[in-house]
């Protein structure tokens, strides 16, 4: 097992994650509905190529639950990418990492799973931190707060989805599904909100796909040579790097109040994880 070689694989990922959050952050002009196409069309150029290479059936088993995980990660999505136009990139990144709550609540009705009280005393000091962030921070737009709570709970509907699925469909199976799903609801949607980029917006919009996903890869990569305890945490790099982004690059100006329901939120998230991995060693 070589940890340094997979600390190395999600620095790479959450770098390139952040490199996406920054982009979709630039491109305040381009509607939501154009990021969602074009970061979802950039990504089929890997998905279909690596089906076509491996011999892998495109159209999977279970099409229903694939396109359902493909219409409720669409909905998230476009919800995050509307909020960036509201909130500091850094704000919304890191109310994003709130899904993996709504998750397993959704799990507790629809997968049949226990939350353990302290779990519940984890969940509350997130938000916690959300009710730090909204009622003591008067930067934080409402509207803009509204639509990544609700990205977060489509988000966490995608997890659930993806346990219902299970082993019976390749990863890139399911991925597949999601960019073309959200290059079709996309590219509709962005018949009537169309904004021709200028410039540098274009070399923007088609470098989505490739820093999504390059993130998924090594993400991936660094789950499959060491423990989830031990590189999950290391997850959270990319609402440090955004954060960063967004200060020397766009300006963006982070309250002490707004730095620390950040951080309350990350460590609720991180005590959450820590403790799942253990009762599941």
């Not at 074009?38 to 279909?48: A, I, P």
């Not at 509907?157 to 960019?179: D, Q, R, T, W």
């Not at 959270?236 to 620390?260: A, D, M, R």
Request: hydrophobic letters at 55%.
């Amino acid at each position: 097992m070589d940890i340094r070689k997979a600390v190395l694989f999600m620095l790479v990922s959450t770098f390139s994650l952040a490199c996406m959050n920054a982009s979709v952050k630039y491109l305040t002009n381009i509607s939501a509905y154009q990021i969602v196409f074009f970061r979802s069309v950039g990504s089929l150029f890997f998905t279909f190529g690596f089906l076509f290479k491996n011999k892998i059936s495109i159209l999977g088993n279970n099409k229903k639950l694939l396109i359902l995980r493909g219409l409720v990660g669409v909905t998230s999505m476009t919800l995050f990418f509307m909020s960036t136009k509201y909130l500091p990139i850094g704000t919304a990144v890191s109310l994003r990492y709130l899904s993996p709550i709504f998750a397993a609540i959704f799990a507790v009705y629809f997968l049949k799973d226990r939350i353990k009280h302290v779990q519940w005393l984890f969940f509350l000091m997130a938000f916690v931190g959300v009710l730090v962030l909204k009622g003591l921070d008067t930067q934080v737009n409402g509207y803009g707060l509204i639509l990544i709570l609700i990205s977060g709970v489509f988000n966490g509907l995608v997890y659930v989805v993806i346990s219902k699925i299970g082993k019976s469909e390749h990863p890139v199976v399911i991925v597949n599904y999601f960019m073309v799903i959200a290059t079709l609801v996309g590219g509709v949607l962005s018949i009537g909100n169309w904004v021709t980029p200028e410039g540098w917006e274009w070399v923007t919009l088609f470098s989505l796909g490739i820093f999504g996903y390059v993130g998924q890869v090594y993400m991936t990569k660094a789950f499959q040579i060491a423990r989830t305890t031990q590189v999950a945490p290391l997850s959270y790099f990319e609402v440090i790097f955004t954060v960063l982004f967004g200060l020397f690059i766009f300006n963006e100006l982070y309250t002490l109040w707004s730095v620390l329901g950040i951080a309350i939120i990350i460590c609720a998230l991180l005590l959450n994880n820590i403790y799942k991995n253990k009762s599941n060693p």
